[in-house]
C-alpha cells in the first residue's frame, strides 16, 4: 500500500485489509456504489464508513475535500440510526479521516502508512472499525487509539470546539479556566495557558476518569456521575475521580453524548493487562510536539523509573514514598507494582496488599491533568487486585503545590492563600489546620452545609470551632466562608471544595507524622531565565532560604530542581530518609549547584550517597528546560547526614530502540560502568590565560543586530549612511523569531564587521557578517542619545529596536521591561570590552562537538558572545594560544567537565583554562616550537579550498583533514601533551 499502486490494485489491498484485519465479510463490502441521487460512486462502502480511493493525494486532496461531504450525507441516510458516518481517503501511503459537523466535512485524523510496523495502521483504524475488547493497552496502541492524529481525538476535538464556543463566557466556566491557568503558570513559570489547551486537557481529562470506570468493569450510564467521581464513589474507591475544571461540556446541549461516545472508545482495551505508565505516552502524543518542546513536557521513561525505584526502596512493605511532581504517576506505579510483588512474595492476603498500598505510595503535582493521569495511573498499578480492594479505598494522589508557595507566615503559625480569579482577594485557610487531615474534612463538611442553607459567617465559625478547631482558625475561616458564600451567589461556586481539599493536601504530607521515608521522582526542569518575572523572584528568594543562590554571570542557569532537593527533603522527608531524583546531568558537577553536593545547604543537611550518569544513553528525553540537548542523571542523597558525595559513581552507556523501551531492552542495549565521580566544573583557574580571555558581545536579539545590505531602488543608499536590514536566521529564538527586524539607513561607523562563533575554524578565520553596533567612545548609544550626539540613521533603528525589545522582553513585576536593549547588549561590559581596539587577538570557539581556535589582525572587528577572545602580545603567542587550544588533548582533558548535549558534550566556555595551560614565554623551547607549528599550520589552513556554500563545520572539516595530512596536526598535539603535565 505504501507504494501508492494502481487504482483497482489498491482497491484489492483495502478489501484484503478490512477482510483479514476487522473480519469484514465480502458481502457486507460494497464497490462503486452509486449514491442516492446518481450524483457519483463511492468506490468502497462497509457499513458507516465510505473509503475514497486516490492515485497520491499530495495532488489530490482538494478533490477529496470536495467530494466527501456528499459521500458522508448518502452514507448518513443509508445507515442505521445513531451511527456515526465517517470518510476515509487513501492512496495507500496516507489516510485521512473526515466526518459532517452540521453538514461541514470536517477532518479528525491523519495516518502516514510506516511499513516497517504494519500493525500501527491496524491499531489506528481499531476505533473506527473494530471496536473489540480484546486489545493489550501497550503505550502504542493506546498513543494510536486516543492519541493528537486519532480518529477519537479528531471526532471530539471538532465536538469540544463548537461547545466551547457556546459557553466559554459562562461565569463557572470561566473561572474553572482561570484557575486552570493559575496552576499552569506554577508549573510552568509562566502564562502558557490557551484555549486550545484547555480543551486538549478537558478532551485528555474525560478519557482518563472513562478509564478509571472501565478497569472496575462499571457501565458508564449518567456522564456526570463519571466525571463527578461518583460512580466509582458509590464503589467505595474515593479521590481516584473528581468534579474538576473540566466537566464543562456538561452544561452544554451535546456534551453528555460527547462523554458517552468517548466511554465508548475506551472498552476495546484490556486495562487490567497494563504493564508500564501507559497513559504519559497519550499524554505526550496528544500534545504538539512544539508546544510540548516549549513547556518541556516529557515524562520519564518506565525502564528507567523502575530502576531508580528498585534502587531506593530496597524494603517496600516498610517504607512510605512520595513523589512531589508526580506527573502521569511512573514513579508511583513502580513503587506499587515493587510493594505488589513483595507483599505476594510475603503470601499477604489480597487486601492486606491493597491496604499497604494505599498507605505508602503518595503522590502531589500541581498540574490538574498530570494529576488525573496519575490517579488512573495509580488504579491501573493494582491490576486484578482492585477486585481485592477494602470496602473503602483512597487513591492517595493530590493535586496540590508541593512547594507551598501559597504558604505564608501569620503571626506565631502560617497560613495557606488560594488564588481567586481574576482579581478576587484570596481565601486563607490555616496552616495548623489543614495539617490535621481529620480535622480539615470535618471543616470543609461545615463550609459546604453553610453554603447548602446560605447559613451566616459567624454561625459556620461558631461551627468549626465545635468541631475541633481552635477559635483563631474558627475565626479565619468564618471569614473564609464569608468569601465562598459570595462566590456561590456569583454563579462561582462548584469548584472550591475540590480546589481546597487538594492544594492544602502538601500542607498535610508535610507534618512530621506524615513525612515520607524516600521521596522520589523527576521535578520540573525549568531554568531561572525562562521564568516568569514574578516567579524568578519567588525563586531566588527561595533558593536564598537554602543557601542555594549563586548570583553573578551564574544567576541565569540556577534550576527549579534544586528547590525540590532542598525544600522536598525539609518538608516532606523523616530523618534518615531517601531522596532520589532525576535530574540534568549539571546537578553532578555543575558550580551553581555546589552547595547541593558538597553538604554546606542550609536549613536542611543531605549529604549525596550516589549518582548515575546517563549522558552517553540515547534516547532518554526529549527537549527539558527550553533546551533539545540537556542529558540526565539519578541524584541519590539521605537527609541529617554530612558529606559530600562518593568518589564514585555508576555510568550506563548505550543506545536504546526507542525512547520507551522495555526493561529488557534497556537491559540488553546498556553497558554499565563504575566511573570516578565528574570533576566540578570550577571558575578557579589553573591558567593565568583565564583572567585574559573573555566572552564576546551578547548582540541579541540577532535580528536587531546583525544585518544585511537592502536592496535599494534607483535612488542608492548613501555612502556615508548605507541602507540594511536585520538579518533572519535560523538561530532567532522566540519570541523574537515572529518580530519583524529593523530596517533603515545607519552611519557606517557604526556598522562593523562581527566575527561570529561560527567564523571560527582551527588557525583560519572564516567568513563574517555586517552588524549594527551602537558604541562610541567606549559608550554604549540608546535612541535619545544616539539622537543627541546627531546620528540619525542609528537612533532610528534604536527607537525600532527600542519599542520591539520593551514590548517583547521579559517583564519585571510592573510589567516593565527587565533590562534595557543598550544593557542586554552591553551584558557583563562585555561589548565596551572591545572599545579599545586591538591589533593582533586570539578566538576560540564557545561550544561545539570540537574547539577550534585562530587569530584576527583587524581592529575594527567586532567579536560576538559565540567566542572568547583575548589580546595577544605577539604572533608568536597568538600562534602559541591556538595550538594548543585546537588539539585533540586538550578535548580529551575537558570532556568531563562539559555540560553534556544529546548525544555529546557541547559548550567550552572558560573551561579550558582549568588546565594548567603555561603562559607563553619566548624562552621556552617548546612554547617556540609550538607558536612556529601553529604558524605553518595556518599556512596550511589558509591554502585549503572551501565551497562557499558549505555550512561552517564541513569548512573545518576540511581544514582539519588538511592539517593531519600535511603532519602539522600530529607534530602540534604531541608538543601539547609534552606540555601539559599527565
Known sequence: MASRPRHEALRGLVTELLREGFGAAFSELEHERYLIDNSGRIDVAWGATVIELKSDLRREERDVLARMPDYLADASRASAAGRTTVGLATDGATLLAYTLDRGALSPIGRYDVDVEHPERLLSWLEPLLSPVPEVMPTPIAVALAFGRYSLAFGRAHAALQRLWAEVGDHPEVKLKRDLWDGLLRQVYGDDVGSDALFLQHTYLTILVKAIAARVLDLEIGDPAEMLSGRLLTSEGIVGAVEADFFDWPLIVPGGEDLVRSLAAETIR????????????????????????????????????????????????????????????????????????????????????????????????????????LARVTWLLALGDLVQDRPPTLTVPVYMGDSMQWSLRPLGASAEVLVDVPPNDPPLRIPAGLASDLALFERALDELNRGLDTLAEPETVRDAIARAGATAEDAALLGRTFAQLKQLFLDGRNHIWTFILRNLLRPVWLSHPDQRADVLIGNPP??????????????????????????????????????????????????????????????????????????????????????????????????????????????????????????????????????????????????????????????????????????????????????????????????????????????????????????????????????????SVAPYRLLDLVTGVVPMEDGVILTAASADSRGHRGLAAWL???????????????????????????????????????????????????????????????????????????????????????????????????????????????????????????????????????????????ARVELPGEAHFTAKRRLIRQALVADGVAETIERLVDALLPP
Not at 570 to 586: F, K, N, S, W
Not at 633 to 654: I, K, Q, S, Y
Not at 817 to 844: F, I, K, P
Request: hydrophobic share 45%.
Open 269 to 372: 482495551f484490556r486495562l487490567r493487562d497494563v504493564e508500564v505508565d501507559v497513559l504519559k505516552s497519550l499524554y505526550e502524543s496528544l500534545i504538539d510536539p512544539d508546544e510540548r518542546h516549549d513547556l518541556g513536557e516529557y515524562y520519564t521513561p518506565d525502564w528507567l523509573a523502575a530502576r531508580v525505584v528498585a534502587a531506593a526502596v530496597p524494603r517496600p512493605l516498610e517504607q512510605r514514598v512520595l513523589d512531589p511532581s508526580c506527573g502521569s504517576g511512573t514513579f508511583l506505579f513502580h513503587a506499587l507494582r515493587r510493594l505488589i510483588a513483595a507483599g505476594k512474595e510475603a503470601r499477604l492476603p489480597p487486601a492486606e496488599i491493597v491496604a499497604a498500598c494505599a498507605d505508602k505510595v503518595f503522590g502531589i503535582d500541581v498540574h490538574p491533568v498530570a494529576v488525573a
Open 525 to 758: 526542569w525549568i531554568v531561572y531565565r525562562h521564568l516568569s518575572a514574578d516567579m524568578k523572584d519567588r525563586l531566588r528568594e527561595a533558593l536564598q532560604s537554602y543557601g542555594l543562590w549563586v548570583g553573578g554571570s551564574l544567576a541565569t542557569h540556577q534550576d527549579m530542581f534544586a528547590l525540590f532537593w532542598a525544600r522536598g527533603a525539609e518538608r516532606y522527608l523523616r530523618q534518615g530518609g531517601t531522596l532520589a531524583l532525576v535530574l540534568p546531568y549539571a546537578a553532578l558537577n555543575a558550580p551553581v549547584f555546589a552547595a547541593m553536593r558538597d553538604g554546606t545547604m542550609q536549613r536542611v543537611r543531605v549529604a549525596i550517597t550516589g549518582g548515575w550518569g546517563l549522558e552517553r544513553v540515547w534516547p532518554i528525553f526529549g527537549a527539558q528546560s527550553g533546551s533539545s540537548t540537556t542529558s540526565t542523571c539519578v541524584l541519590f542523597g539521605e537527609r541529617d547526614r554530612t558529606g559530600g558525595p562518593p568518589a564514585e559513581f555508576d555510568r550506563w552507556v548505550g543506545v536504546l530502540p526507542r525512547r520507551d523501551a522495555s526493561e529488557a531492552e534497556a537491559a540488553d542495549a546498556l553497558e554499565h560502568l563504575r566511573a570516578p565521580w565528574p570533576r566540578a566544573r570550577t571558575l578557579i583557574a589553573a591558567s593565568p590565560y583565564r583572567r585574559r580571555f573573555r566572552q564576546g558581545a551578547t548582540l541579541t536579539p540577532r535580528r536587531f543586530f546583525l544585518v544585511d545590505y537592502a536592496a535599494t531602488g534607483r535612488l542608492l543608499s548613501r555612502r556615508d549612511a548605507p541602507r540594511v536590514r536585520g538579518r533572519v536566521g535560523n538561530l532567532d529564538k522566540k519570541p523574537w523569531t515572529s518580530v519583524e527586524p529593523p530596517e533603515g539607513s545607519v552611519e557606517r561607523a557604526f556598522l562593523r564587521r562581527i566575527a561570529l562563533g561560527e
Open 799 to 941: 527607537r525600532d529596536a527600542e519599542a520591539k525589545w520593551n514590548e517583547h522582553s521579559n517583564k519585571d513585576v510592573g510589567g516593565n521591561a527587565r533590562m534595557s536593549l543598550a544593557e542586554r547588549v552591553d551584558g557583563m561590559g562585555m561589548l565596551r570590552a572591545q572599545a579599545n581596539r586591538a591589533r593582533l587577538r586570539v578566538l576560540y570557539t564557545k561550544s561545539g562537538t570540537r574547539l577550534s581556535a585562530c587569530w584576527i589582525e583587524d581592529e575594527d572587528v567586532v567579536i560576538e558572545q559565540q567566542a572568547y577572545w583575548s589580546v595577544a602580545n605577539s604572533i608568536e603567542e597568538a600562534a602559541y594560544i591556538a595550538a594548543v587550544v585546537n588539539t585533540q588533548v586538550v578535548l580529551d582533558r575537558l570532556t568531563d567537565l562539559q555540560p553534556v548535549g544529546q548525544r555529546d558534550p557541547r559548550h567550552f566556555n572558560n573551561l579550558v583554562w582549568t588546565l594548567p595551560i603555561p603562559e607563553f614565554d619566548a624562552a621556552e623551547v617548546l612554547h617556540r616550537d609550538l607558536a612556529a607549528a601553529a604558524l605553518h599550520a595556518a599556512t596550511v589552513a
